[in-house]
């Protein structure tokens, strides 16, 4: 027998090895997949489903939708017809490429959505089939929103089509698919299919992790742990109720000003954003400034929090404020709050200020909303009717803390929901470890009544910014508002829009307001240590103009950290320097910063 013979005999058997190893793979991919879907069924099961075909009312709008399109026919003949002549050109294109042709240079086409990272495979572009599937898809989304953003219709019910329009273009993508997507086809060529038996499991084990519910990991989970990679800053628990605990963070000068700082960080997820890790820590920073620091930790509620408030939320906050004051012996407290955090701040410094209450020296608002008028993307889920849908889902006391997540996610899909679903899933890739990702995984969930008293107060009927807001009877007005008020907001937010941030300050008429624009966005924008020498911020002490856009006209622009702005604004109006306080020194320490309460993963439970 010759050596060719030898080695086609060897050729074959590798052959024959490989597809058996593909065969055995897809065999487990199979039964995994039964698994998942079984596990779905029992999920479904045990779920209380509303009746409602369309629980986030995006019905009305699209119905607003096709009456506007079709209410000028000739305009969308025309751009229709523009839509199908470049679908041509593009057809021609890939012809030739296909074949060879010297007319394959790239076509131009209008108003494309970005590719971005979904498409970096060089086969997108290189590969005259993926190539013109990709450009294909690209030229049909860019039309399908650009036909919406066009409609002459209600701005609200264009903001909440568009936001659906790009959500379902963006789950269309060829990259979502397997079989369109070249990387996935590659990798499961080259590893005969065992990328898919490590993503299926990675997909059984998120909807265990979620309880049926395909809870998609975007982070190792393993690599971090609250107290002891994050939320490290060194502190006490001084304090606790029912629905927060106090932390009080130890000395790190000789000296410390004598007016205290509480912080009041948002409950609808968990305070240790602004303390992820040394580097970041917003308030290991500002021990280092010579601050005593408090910060309160809001439970992670269930059933035990089915009776809390607004009205009682704010009273735990202003407890919170007696125990600072009692521990640190002053008569007045600054405080500074963020997002959501900054609404119920506005509230309770306008209701103690409307009653002569003089224990607040000044109130800090990091990207927090006062006017809801135009309340960023969040908006597109709050209307009558999708409460009445968040209603039905809090049904135990508490709105389910998948419900916030799943929300957050949806308004960037592309990045935080498809890329992990094609690498996690289809690649089985391992997510590598993001302190700032496993933060927006550690989710929380909310109160039933405060959550509904936020969404039907302030997101659709804009009470307080009105003057019409009443909290157990009494009113509370921004006018009452007369601490001196440091207001930042975040020129890349999409949560809390700088310019509706920015009106909301020029409400508080009888306060000295000073307004920053940071640089970014609604996390970056405020989490930004001076040391990491990122972003700006813009300044400007005449807030006079009506928009934000004539108040930036005028503005000062400064490099860097506005959290050193914020320092030189604060000790003005902090006092005489004073030892430094040993926390718990006077009423005692419960535990060990950070504590019980923001340890409670939803997940665990």
């Known amino acids: 027998m010759s050596d060719k013979t030898f080695q086609d005999t060897g050729d074959f058997e590798h052959i024959v090895r490989d597809r058996q190893e593909f065969a055995g793979n897809m065999r487990e991919v199979f039964e995994i997949s039964q698994e998942i879907w079984e596990k779905f069924l ?3 099961a045990d779920e209380h489903h509303s009746p409602n075909p369309d629980p986030m009312n995006a019905m009305p709008a699209f119905t607003e939708l096709m009456t506007a399109l079709w209410s000028d026919p000739q305009k969308l ?4 017809q523009k839509y199908w002549e470049a679908q041509g050109r593009l057809w021609q294109h890939a012809m030739m490429k296909w074949m060879g042709g010297e007319a394959a240079e790239d076509v131009e086409m209008p108003n494309l959505p970005p590719e971005g990272k979904r498409f970096k495979h060089d086969e997108w572009s290189d590969n005259a089939v993926f190539e013109y599937i990709k450009q294909s898809y ?11 953003h066009a409609a002459d219709m209600d701005p609200k019910d264009r903001k909440k089509a568009e936001f659906y329009a790009r959500n379902f273009v963006e789950a269309m993508s060829p990259a979502n698919f397997a079989a369109l997507n070249p990387e996935v086809l590659e990798a499961t060529t080259a590893e005969k299919g065992q990328n898919l038996v490590r993503g299926l499991k990675m997909m059984l084990a998120d909807m265990e992790r979620g309880k049926g519910k395909l809870l998609i990991r975007q982070t190792d989970m393993d690599a971090f742990a609250v107290g002891r990679n994050m939320a490290m800053t060194e502190g006490k628990v001084i304090w606790q109720n029912n629905i927060l605990q106090l932390i009080q963070y130890s000395p790190l000068t000789e000296e410390v000003y004598s007016k205290p700082l509480l912080m009041i960080p948002p409950w609808i997820n ?3 954003i602004l303390d992820l890790n040394e580097k970041k820590s917003m308030m290991k920073w500002l021990v280092e400034q010579g601050y005593t620091v408090f910060i309160i930790s809001w439970v992670n509620p269930d059933e035990a929090q089915k009776d809390e408030t607004w009205a009682s939320y704010m009273q735990g906050a202003s407890d919170a404020i007696d125990r600072v004051l009692a521990e640190t012996g002053q008569k007045q407290t600054h405080i500074a709050s963020y997002c959501i955090g900054g609404t119920m701040a506005a509230t309770l410094t306008a209701a103690l200020n409307r009653d002569g209450d003089k224990r607040i020296a000044s109130t800090t608002f990091f990207t927090s909303l006062v006017d809801f008028e135009d ?9 009558d009717k999708t409460i009445t849908m968040v209603d039905e889902q809090m049904e135990k006391g508490f709105l389910p803390a998948q419900t916030m997540a799943s929300a957050f996610n949806m308004l960037r899909s592309s990045d935080l929901i498809w890329s992990y679903v094609v690498s996690n899933y289809m690649l089985g890739k391992a997510p590598v470890p993001f302190d700032l990702l496993y933060w927006n995984a550690d989710s929380t969930a909310m109160p039933a009544k405060v959550h509904h008293f936020y969404l039907e107060q302030f997101y659709t009927q804009n009470k307080l910014f009105r003057n019409l807001l009443e909290v157990d009877g009494a009113p509370i007005r921004l006018a009452d508002i007369k601490v001196p008020v440091y207001h930042v907001a975040a020129k890349e937010d999409h949560i809390a829009p700088a310019a509706s941030v920015y009106g909301g300050a020029r ?36 807030m006079s103009p009506d928009t934000l856009a004539g108040w930036l006209e005028n503005a000062d622009e400064t490099a860097g950290s506005w959290w050193l702005d914020w320092d030189e604004w604060l000790k003005r109006k902090s006092g005489k320097l004073v030892p430094a306080r040993v926390a718990g020194a006077v009423g005692g320490v419960l535990e060990d910063a950070p504590g019980a309460f923001v340890k409670l993963r939803f997940d665990q439970r």
């Open 507 to 542: 409400g508080m008429v009888s306060a000295d307001v000073r307004f920053v624009l940071a640089g970014s966005g609604h996390i970056a924008g405020v989490v930004n240590p001076p040391a990491a020498g990122k972003y700006q911020y813009w300044t400007n002490k005449d």
């Open 42 to 44: 029992e999920s479904e």
């Open 77 to 80: 003949a025309e751009t229709t």
């Open 270 to 272: 968990k305070y240790y």
């Open 138 to 148: 690209l030229l049909t989304a860019g039309w399908v929103q650009n036909t919406v």
């Open 375 to 383: 309340a960023g993307d969040l908006q597109v889920f709050v209307d």
